[in-house]
């Protein structure tokens, strides 16, 4: 079992930033990556960007340049540095880890990032 905590949203003016958090916790032996997507009311849930055990870092073309997501091993936290938001881009932000165990998907509770124009 993994577990994923989100921490960091709120409420922001266009243009300003956000440093979201994704705590994970039991067995965190078995995440290959983790990732971050966004959920706006009446839309689907869409990838922003991930991190892979290794390092690797992918991005949703939108967020290029003004999303950053990055990890600390020792606190088992991956963040999204989210800069130069727009108001569009308010939604609840989830974190989403793969594991190579079943169920090999998990999903945190999400965090409210809300951008006012």
């Known amino acids: 079992q993994v577990q994923l905590v989100e921490s960091g949203g709120g409420l922001v003016q266009a243009g300003g930033s956000l440093r979201l958090s994704c705590a994970a916790s039991?067995?965190?032996?078995?995440?290959?990556?983790i990732g971050w997507y966004r959920q706006a009311p009446g839309k689907q849930r869409e990838l922003v960007a991930t991190?892979?055990?290794?390092?690797?870092?992918h991005y949703a073309d939108s967020v290029k340049g003004r999303f950053t997501i990055s990890r600390d091993n020792a606190k088992n936290t991956v963040y999204l540095q989210l800069n130069s938001l727009k108001p569009e881009e308010t939604a609840v932000y989830y974190c989403?880890?793969?594991?190579?165990?079943?169920?090999?998907?998990?999903w945190g509770q999400g965090t409210q990032v809300t951008v006012s124009s």
């Open positions: 989403h880890a793969e594991t190579s165990l079943s169920p090999y998907n998990y």
């Open positions: 039991g067995s965190i032996f078995s995440i290959s990556a």
């Open positions: 991190i892979s055990s290794g390092g690797s870092t």
